[in-house]
């Protein structure tokens, strides 16, 4: 497999029904992973690799062991910054 896909922070997601599909759909998504825990708690926390819309510098490699966190998905219509807070340890 080229990759493996993990939709993360479900426990959390449940607290805001709204950003998941009403009808259960991501239950039957084939080849992704549903994880309940925060993709920071889930993997190790030395190959996580956060993309975010507000980086300074563009991803130019990567590296099969690292885990590529995508969280710029609502980061420029909901709350800019968000991911890149993450990156950096925050909440």
Not at 17 to 26: E, F, I, R, S, T
Not at 43 to 67: G, I, Y
């Amino acid at each position: 497999k080229p990759m493996q896909l993990y939709l993360t922070g479900l426990a959390e997601a449940l607290r805001f029904p709204d950003q998941l599909p009403v009808n259960g759909d991501h239950h039957r998504w084939e080849g992704v992973q549903l994880v309940e825990a925060m993709a920071e708690q889930h993997f190790p926390a030395n190959r996580l690799v956060w993309l975010s819309p507000d980086a300074e510098d563009p991803l130019l490699d990567l590296a099969p062991s690292d885990v590529y966190v995508v969280g710029g998905l609502v980061d420029r219509s909901v709350a800019s910054g968000t991911t890149l807070q993450r990156a950096a340890g925050g909440r």
